[in-house]
């Protein structure tokens, strides 16, 4: 080494103690690098932030240090005093020092000659490394490589184990280690041999079925899904996800896990474990379409369309709803504008998926009586859907549009009118005609008859027709119809003496048929022209409310709502003057009053604009004329109301108070009918019924023996084997009631019965030979004949049961018999009076009436040889009939509201309290009349349910 350069020498130092330390070090850093890749992904495997911060923070920092030290390293080759002091030194000391000052020596004289000679100091410097003993250099970086492998065996056996614990860890941690938003990027397997099942919602009633695990498939919403399988590695927290939302794997106790997943949305489910706050997925995916449960779809026959309801008083709705699973309810819906109604039609029971129905609105629902704005129809259907809530479904809409306030009304006034003055046009004819020659009396005969057809037409076309949604009815239509029979009765007269003083006595009649007519217009115009002002009167407070709310600086809400309530106002208006006098003179009103509305309006004025609509609100609710005549002072005068003014003919007040004494009539007798009930019940004793019992039950057992034979109920109708087990189950239902003690109802069951079997014995007879229904009618027409003796047993003591009860009710029957008279010639008087005059009533109703009288007399002719049972079953025919003659919305025209002045009757008789019998009377006839059914096994039934419905 003598001869070698420094630098060479120094270079082949280091070679020797690399090639000796460098694979030692190189091993124990790649063992330092793998424990320190093991331990961080043990770490990072717990999932938390903190975890994964200092894995992470771990891994970079010991990566770091390698990297530096082998840069380290790089730099220590080139430099040749640490050379010397790492490999001389640590062997020789002393010359290592000597070599670091020869080599410093050298440095100095190659930079500067003053020093010394450069290659006298380099020689010094090679004799000096040429001493370095190779030999102790290598036994140096032995031992150097020795202690680098025994750190490497530590730090290998350090991996090895955190490797060997469980090598899908160190994969899991790594994994985990690298996730971003939560999400590993490597998918892992976690379970095996897995089975799926899908179970749809229990509200559609199907079963479940098995899927083929990771193919997609098409599923109800809110089917549940289960998932099951083997896990590949235990201890791990495994999940079912869509990447959102999951739920955990269960142990199912038999060695595998389960999870259910409720379906939502359509999703993509796969398993994954959850570690900390990252989750490491499966490759597997099963996608999985949801099907939603749809809303119900409505069909409602011809919308959408618009319908003005002037022109179609009665609108039909028919609606068709189909659902895919089960409808809940549909319902009618009416909106106007902020106001809803809904109406229910119908609850299907059952889930069921179609629903069809009709439903009619008229012109006269309360609804369309309560809005002037165009009212939107609609059918709506609510479904089943208890996983996401019922859904709604709609149909189309029907626009229906209302007509102005008072327009039936004027309508009907108006058509009226036209009916006065066709009975104008007769009177004119007849007043034209005169009395015919003896040649022409047949010509002039039919001349009036013709003529007065026409009239009648006229008069009978308004009272059909309808106007808007609204009829003449009640005392209008009475006093119509009542006049056009008076005209009829004149003519009729007339034919049979064709003289001066018979045309006369026709012209007389005609003249106040038509006077009567025109009062009773003339009083529906009063009373019509009131409730439509009292209607607009309502309107008008919605103009002050808008009005107020323009002036507050709400200008949106208040102009709509006023310039809906000023236009319902003028069309309203309008109208109101077509109904009469009282009509023109408030019309006038809403006119002038709309006039300064307006001009409040246009000068943004709000104050006055709501006082004006205010002060018209309140003369509105003062429906009187505003200057009265003969006397009579009006509202604009400030008197108070008197009374109306002279009419004509009385016609209308004479119509009014007939109703009202029939009314009187029908409730006074309804009170004497019940009364004689009353009396009945209390004469029955029960100890007479009770000795009969006795007997009565071996007649009931003799009744079931003569029908045991007879057929089962199940036959086809209209055979004879299902009429003889019609009159089983009555002969049965006889038996039953003389058991219990009524023999009312066994008599009534036991005529049943017998009807039923000879209906029995006329099928068989019919039947061309064949056996089953021969046998029927033989065994019927056997059973008949013992039926007929019990029956005929039930009847007689039923009589003696009655007679006894009269007997003891005999006085009391006189006193009834006694009033029950005076109550047929109040009728008689009643009927008397509608025959002639301007309170003529129609036809009809005089038949009625004397229909009723007669009942009446024969009730008490009954009542008075002490025949209760049939005095009281005639006394019920005469108060049908009673009732029947009330002409139909007695008192009312259709329209317009009652009125608080009407007059009113001047006596009434205050019953006394235990003498008021009208409760007691009605539950007695509604028993009867629910009570009475003719099928045997309801009948018992019934009457329980119309005793509980009473109470």
């Not at 189309?396 to 108006?414: D, F, S, T």
């Not at 009062?519 to 009063?526: E, F, I, K, V, Y």
Request: with cysteine.
């Amino acid at each position: 080494m003598d001869n070698e350069a420094p630098a060479l020498s120094i270079a082949r130092l280091r070679s020797v103690w690399d090639a000796e330390v460098g694979p030692s070090a190189r091993r124990a850093l790649t063992a330092a690098a793998c424990a320190g890749l093991f331990g961080a992904a043990h770490v990072a495997r717990v999932g938390s932030p903190l975890a994964r911060g200092l894995a992470g923070a771990g891994l970079a920092l010991l990566l770091a240090a390698i990297a530096a030290r082998a840069i380290l390293v790089r730099l220590r080759r080139g430099d040749a005093r640490r050379t010397v002091r790492e490999i001389i030194g640590r062997t020789d000391e002393a010359l290592g020092a000597a070599t670091l000052r020869a080599l410093t020596l050298a440095d100095r004289a190659a930079a500067d000659d003053r020093v010394g000679s450069p290659e006298l100091a380099g020689l010094h410097l090679r004799r000096l490394l040429g001493r370095a003993s190779q030999a102790r250099v290598v036994e140096r970086a032995r031992q150097a490589a020795t202690r680098w492998a025994s750190a490497g065996l530590a730090l290998g056996a350090a991996a090895l184990a955190a490797a060997a614990i469980e090598p899908s860890r160190v994969v899991e941690g790594l994994d985990v280690l690298a996730a971003r938003g939560g999400e590993a990027p490597l998918d892992l397997p976690w379970i095996e041999e897995v089975e799926m099942t899908a179970a749809p919602p229990e509200y559609l009633h199907q079963g479940a079925e098995e899927l083929l695990p990771f193919a997609p498939t098409m599923q109800p919403r809110g089917t549940v899904i289960t998932v099951r399988g083997r896990p590949v590695r235990a201890g791990r927290a495994l999940v079912l996800t869509d990447g959102g939302a999951e739920v955990p794997f269960v142990d199912d106790g038999k060695g595998s896990v389960v999870a259910r997943w409720t379906l939502g949305e359509s999703t993509t489910l796969q398993a994954a474990a959850r570690f900390g706050q990252v989750r490491v997925r499966q490759a597997d995916a099963q996608r999985v379409v949801s099907i939603p449960d749809d809303a119900p779809r409505v069909t409602l026959e011809g919308a959408p369309r618009t319908v003005k309801l002037l022109d179609e008083p009665s609108i039909p709705l028919r609606y068709e709803i189909t659902d895919d699973h089960g409808l809940r309810e549909v319902d009618l819906v009416l909106r106007a504008g902020a106001k809803e109604e809904r109406r229910v039609l119908s609850r299907p029971a059952a889930d069921a998926k179609v629903d069809r129905g009709g439903y009619e609105l008229r012109a006269r629902d309360p609804f369309f009586r309560r809005t002037y704005v165009p009212v939107e129809v609609r059918i709506e259907a609510r479904d089943n859907d208890p996983i996401e809530g019922p859904k709604w479904g709609r149909s189309e809409a029907i626009l229906v549009v209302p007509p102005q306030v008072g327009e039936p009304e004027a309508r009907r006034y108006a058509a009226l009118v036209k009916a006065r003055d066709a009975l104008t046009d007769l009177l004119a004819d007849r007043i034209g005609q005169r009395t015919p020659e003896a040649g022409g009396a047949k010509a002039h005969a039919a001349h009036e008859a013709e003529v007065q057809a026409t009239a009648k037409a006229a008069v009978e076309a308004a009272l059909s027709a309808d106007h808007g949604g609204l009829r003449v009815r009640g005392r209008v239509a009475s006093l119509a119809r009542g006049q056009l029979a008076r005209l009829d009765t004149a003519l009729a007269a007339e034919r049979k003496s064709t003289t001066r003083a018979a045309h006369q006595e026709l012209l007389d009649e005609t003249e106040g048929a038509l006077l009567a007519f025109d009062a009773g217009l003339r009083g529906l115009g009063h009373r019509d022209a009131r409730a439509v002002a009292q209607r607009l009167a309502d309107v008008a407070d919605e103009a002050a409310a808008a009005a107020e709310l323009l002036g507050s600086g709400d200008r949106e809400g208040g102009e709509v709502r006023l310039e809906a309530a000023v236009a319902v106002l003028g069309g309203g208006g309008v109208e109101l003057g077509k109904l009469g006098e009282l009509g023109l003179d408030l019309g006038e009103i809403v006119a002038n009053d709309l006039r300064r509305i307006a001009r409040a309006r246009g000068a943004s004025d709000w104050l006055h604009a709501e006082l004006s609509a205010r002060d018209l609100a309140a003369r509105l609710r003062r429906p009187e004329p505003s200057f009265g005549g003969g006397g009579r002072g009006g509202v604009e005068s400030g008197a108070p109301r008197g009374p109306d003014p002279g009419d004509a003919s009385n016609a209308d007040e004479s119509v009014a108070q007939s109703e009202r004494d029939l009314e009187e009539l029908a409730r006074d007798h309804a009170a004497e009918t019940n009364a004689v009930a009353e009396e009945l019940s209390r004469a029955s004793r029960p100890e007479d019924i009770a000795a009969l019992r006795e007997e009565a039950k071996k007649h009931a057992e003799a009744i079931r023996e003569a029908v045991r034979d007879l057929p089962q109920p199940g036959a086809a109708p209209g055979s004879a084997e299902s009429a003889a087990a019609a009159g089983r189950e009555q002969a049965e239902a006889m038996a039953g009631a003389l058991e219990q003690g009524r023999p009312e109802e066994a008599v009534t069951s036991g005529r049943g019965a017998m009807r039923s079997l000879g209906d029995a014995k006329r099928l068989g007879a019919q039947a061309g030979g064949f056996f089953p229904e021969e046998r029927a009618a033989r065994e019927a027409g056997e059973a008949q004949q013992a039926l007929a003796e019990e029956l005929a047993w039930a009847e007689e003591a039923l009589r003696k049961l009655r007679q006894a009860a009269a007997e003891r009710a005999r006085d009391g029957l006189g006193k009834s018999s006694q009033r029950e008279g005076s109550l047929a010639d109040r009728a008689r008087d009643l009927r008397k009076r509608g025959e002639r005059g301007d309170g003529r009533m129609p036809e009809e109703m005089l038949d009625r009436l004397d229909e009723a009288e007669q009942a009446m007399r024969d009730a008490q002719r009954a009542l008075a040889e002490g025949d209760g049972e049939g005095g009281n079953e005639r006394q019920r025919d005469a108060q049908r009939l009673l009732e029947m003659s009330r002409s139909e919305d007695q008192g009312q025209d259709g329209d317009a509201e009652s009125e608080g002045d009407r007059n009113m009757a001047r006596k009434a008789d205050i019953p006394d309290k235990d003498k008021h019998r009208g409760p007691e009377e009605f539950r007695r006839r509604v028993l009867e009349g629910l009570g009475g059914t003719s099928e045997p096994r309801l009948r018992e039934a019934v009457k329980r349910y119309a005793e509980g419905l009473l109470k």
